[in-house]
């Protein structure tokens, strides 16, 4: 009898402390940072690391998770998840996973990949399955591109339906090309059929942030 109830109180231990995980999800947080490694945007490796490492990592609180995704011909591969990071309840070990992956976000900043062409639409693909895997209550996309989509011959991308659902989408230091210079409209219109594809697959929001010192009011703003 006594074995009975021992088994009895362990099996409501158990169910709470899952129910709770369940709970946390719901206020925590995931993060994907896309990093376009093509063309002249490769030579902005170092700025987009810097402010990640200064407006992204230190808004993550135990429990959130950060993907790090780069962008190049073909981006829907899982080589193109550059590193992940979900922060440790017990913010000692936080604190050092955040030094570890500040390191790895160096080290990628000094390589010399490039690719030739870009395949933004995957890599955003490639990070809603990575956010959607965390069931986190908020979900950010931030992509760091000039936003101009050269796909390889044969690669076909359609956003689903649903493809970002509930997902807070910011366009970031989105560098502008000689063309976009020589013709505004050219960089308006390219912006705007970003809007209308993310927003038609389900985004709850789409931003273009030219500051990047106001990374963490919009983090604040969409949690």
């Not at 690719?115 to 990575?130: E, F, P, Q, V």
């Not at 991308?157 to 000689?178: P, Q, S, T």
């Not at 059929?193 to 703003?221: C, H, V």
Request: proline letters at 3%; a positive charge; one cysteine or more.
């Amino acid at each position: 009898m006594q074995k009975l109830l021992q088994r009895f109180l362990f099996a409501i231990l158990v169910a709470s402390v899952v129910g709770a995980c369940t709970d946390n999800k719901e206020y925590e947080t995931s993060y994907c940072a896309l990093v376009d490694i093509s063309g002249t945007y490769a030579g902005e490796k170092k700025n987009v690391v810097n402010i990640i490492k200064a407006g992204i990592v230190p808004e993550m609180l135990p429990g959130d998770t950060l993907f790090f995704v780069k962008i190049d011909s073909n981006s829907y591969s899982e080589e193109n998840l550059v590193t992940k990071l979900t922060l440790d309840y017990r913010p000692t070990k936080a604190n050092s996973q955040k030094l570890a992956i500040s390191k790895i976000l160096d080290k990628f900043a000094k390589g010399n990949a490039r690719s030739r062409l870009t395949d933004i639409s995957g890599a955003l693909m490639l990070c809603s399955d990575y956010l959607k895997s965390t069931k986190s209550g908020t979900q950010v996309m931030f992509v760091f591109s000039d936003m101009k989509e050269e796909l390889p011959s044969g690669v076909v991308r359609k956003f689903a339906a649903d493809e970002f659902e509930g997902m807070d989408i910011a366009a970031m230091n989105v560098i502008k090309l000689h063309k976009d210079s020589a013709n505004p409209e050219v960089y308006r219109k390219r912006l705007k059929n970003w809007e209308k594809r993310i927003t038609g697959a389900g985004a709850r929001s789409w931003n273009t942030l030219l500051d990047p010192t106001k990374i963490q009011d919009f983090i604040n703003d969409v949690k």
